[in-house]
């Protein structure tokens, strides 16, 4: 790309900001600068060096999107940088609602398959310098970078049209469909000329017209009436130039045709061909675009009985959450789920009521899940869920059991008859059960079937053949032996933030396995191996040693003070020598003790646990901090607080998932929050992804968050980047307030 220093990303919800900045930040963009609306962006980039990319969400309102667009091209540090928008997918524009000058756009819901592919093909970003009259070479490559600048849509279709009219001086320029498939002739999209509108022949009149509809290319630099005689288009407007170019999609089928003429005949047709092409590929682009639009709403990407994604949308879907998985070295669950005797409910009650049913299934499925998860149709009675950003399977476990009740509540027909309809889940694990989304469907189909074969209205966990399993686990093992040693193993860092400020306060430091050979291996299947083996323990030294390191040098750079959050096993806790290796760390690295926070699984037992609670309170006795993790889903919970030095309460992410789904755990939160602060406890919620879950955290007094809706954990280099933007923003913003 250009020379510019970063790129700004704009965006109202927050969530969206957080994946763009995301994709980019993956990309390895150096600076890549967050802003809430244009004004906030202004006060970022005061006297910065220009950017190279814009990237704006903008809202359903055609107007705010336009008075957005243009606050942006105002600011002075973006001048010449391409602006790229994003529709909103909870309430998007159309297409031809889009500002006009915008370099390109796309689907919110694409943003991590084609967002970097929009960049890069982008033009470089430009500081407009002084520069010498340019000769016709030169202004044919700036109208190329123009052109290529703006979309084929809609939205610029006739801004673009109007830049190749005015720039190249054409007399006549228009765009045509193809035929419609009863063989009518088309309408043209746009039609252009110099002069007071004539009395256009008819179609069928337009000789060149045809040719090029039938895919030929048409080239008169000149005389072009005399080569074409029978055109009846040339002698009505005097056109001695004329250019036709069939406008082609992927597979090099005819979408239509664009026509080009000059009354004096054209210069260098080296310059001005190229171009006429670009344009040409760009309202072909165009054309291809609206055709997808109309065939994906004439053969349906939602399922017309209940409005899910049909299959094959949710397989694109699938896809897309399996990629950024990959990337971000995280866990998800494919969930088969199928209606147990729907046949019969059809075939006694009628069609009519088997419609309902399913309606009603998808009514209490979409109710029983997130809304960063997916619930699809996938085929007659079968429904596929995809529950995204998954720390341990019982999470996973919950929500199944939460399915199976929710559906086995009597449903009334129309008809006054009252049915109990109930459904048999399978379950598949990603990375654990598969690395794709066929075998992850497959397997999840396969459970699904073995949920039937116990009994129906059941869930079962898709399950590897003992003997594959034992050979699988003896392998991973042996390779889990030399990770350490090979460099294998990695840390993460997820921040956690403020509740009413959210500003960064800590950061929790989490374990990754990348194998070369087997790539990213999920944390709920090599930790337990870990600690069967015993290698828990010195990957846990490693653990603690690199964090309380890491710390430190973003301490000493940054002086924040972030509280650094190291999970401890049951093993390591009942190491005798856990309190020394601590030190150790705590003095090798230089941190201050009070800033390492050691967080406890709340299923660890006491009693079973020996050396536990004096390790603990030789670590208090440190300086360091105490936090019970996972709170609420063992059965020790307040036995924990009574016999523990905790400082905080982490409420797990299974109850914090469910805010705004289901009450009970909405109580069992707001319970949590209040017991806590009765014992002066602080309290972190866990797995926060959407501005419900804040709201309500929020108005429950939560202390700090952590989740999704902020920020996904970051590899050390990303983490770094936060942080430096962060202390940039600050930096801004003190200077800006007056003396």
Known sequence: MGTGTGILVLAARRDLRRRLFDVFDQAGCRHIHSARDAQHAAILLEGRQPLELMVAV???????????????????????????????????????????????????????????????????ATEPTPAPVPGAAERALALLARIFATSGGGATRDATARLLFDELALDYLAVWPVRNEGGEYPVP?????????????????????QRVLDGEVVLYRDAARQRAPADALLPL???????????????????????????????????????????????????????????????????????????LLFGDRLESILREAVRNGECFAVLFVDIDHFKAINDTHGHAAGDQVLQEVTRRLRGSVRASDTVARYAGDEFT?????????????????????????????????????????????????????????KHADEAMYAAKRQGRNTCRIYEVSPEYAREHGMALRSRLRHAL?????????????????????????????????????????????????????????????????????????????????VNLSALQLMEPKLPATVFRALQESGLDPTLLELEITESISIKAAPNLVENLQALHRLGCRIAIDDFGTGAASLDYLRKL??????????????????????????????????????????????????????????DELQGYLFCRPLPVVSFSRLLDERQNLLGLQDATVPA
Request: aromatic letters at 4%; one cysteine or more; proline letters at 6%.
């Open 58 to 124: 903008l809202g359903p309102e055609e107007a705010q999107a336009r008075h957005c667009c243009e606050q942006l091209r105002t600011l002075g540090a973006a001048v010449g940088v391409p602006l790229l928008a994003v529709l909103d997918e909870e309430a998007p524009l159309q297409p031809a609602q889009l500002p006009d000058g915008l370099a390109g756009w796309l689907p919110a819901a694409r943003i991590e398959a084609d967002l970097l592919t929009r960049w890069r093909e982008l033009p470089a």
């Open 189 to 209: 999209l746009l039609q252009l000329w110099n002069g007071t509108e004539p009395a256009w022949p008819p179609v069928e009149a337009q000789a060149l017209l």
């Open 237 to 311: 407007l005097d056109l001695s130039g004329f250019v036709g170019l069939p406008l082609l999609d992927e597979r090099r089928v005819v979408l239509g045709a664009m026509l080009a003429g000059i009354r004096r005949g054209f210069g260098d047709m080296a310059i001005v061909e190229p171009l006429l092409r670009c344009a040409a590929a760009r309202f072909a682009q165009g054309l291809e675009l609206g055709l997808t639009r109309e065939q994906g709403r004439a053969e349906g990407l939602l399922d017309a009985l209940t409005g899910l994604p049909n299959r």
């Open 385 to 441: 869920v995809v529950l995204r950003h998954i720390v341990k399977n019982d999470d996973v476990q919950r929500v199944a059991e939460k399915i199976l009740q929710v559906i086995s509540e009597p449903l009334a027909l129309e008809n006054g008859t009252r049915l109990q309809i109930g459904v048999s889940i399978g379950v598949s694990f990603f990375p654990d059960d598969a690395a794709d989304a066929e075998t992850l469907l």
């Open 485 to 565: 040693g090979n460099g294998e193993l990695r840390l993460v860092y997820q921040p956690q933030v403020g509740t009413d400020s959210e500003d960064i306060v800590g950061m929790e430091a989490l374990l990754r396995w990348e194998h070369p050979e087997l790539g990213p291996i999920s944390p709920a299947v090599f930790v337990p191996l870990a600690e069967e083996t015993g290698l828990i323990v010195p990957i846990g030294e490693w653990v603690l040693r690199t964090a309380c390191r890491q710390a430190q040098e973003w301490e000493q750079r940054h002086g924040l003070r972030l509280r650094l959050g």
């Open 645 to 702: 030095p905790a400082d905080r309460i982490k409420v797990d992410q299974s109850f914090v998932r469910n805010i705004g789904v289901d009450p009970d755990d909405e109580a069992i939160v707001r319970a949590t929050i209040e017991m806590a602060h009765r014992l002066n406890r602080s309290v972190v919620a866990e797995g926060v992804e959407t501005e419900q879950h804040l709201a309500f955290l929020r108005a429950h007094q939560c």
